[in-house]
């Protein structure tokens, strides 16, 4: 057997290739955490505002969409661009303006 090397590639080390002898042997993919996402806490009268805001077709609806998306424990900015279908820039700046007020 060769001399193992490590090989680190990608946005944020997120893959890992064990090489022996120029052969790929092992794969792994490592989750970065990034940034902690801002948790987003709403009142009713909030939450009430925001649904009557995205039911829009507008910018305004979009950014409100986030927010309902966003408020709750432990919900992903990735899994909300996903399941909105936009960019986790997007999600994260709209996010963010949210939590700051």
Request: hydrophobic share 50%; aromatic share 2%; glycine share 8%.
């Amino acid at each position: 057997m060769g001399l193992a090397r490590l090989v680190i590639e990608g946005p944020a080390s997120s893959v890992i290739r064990l090489k022996v002898a120029s052969k790929i042997r092992m794969v792994l993919v490592v989750a970065h955490p990034g940034p902690s996402a801002a948790e987003i806490h709403l009142s009713e009268r909030e939450r009430a505002r925001l649904i009557g805001m995205s039911a829009e077709s507008s910018r305004v609806a979009v950014r409100a969409r986030i927010v309902l998306a966003c408020a709750g424990p432990g919900i992903s900015t990735a899994q909300v661009a996903l399941d909105l279908g936009l960019a986790k820039s997007a999600v994260r700046k709209w996010r963010a303006a949210f939590a700051r007020g």
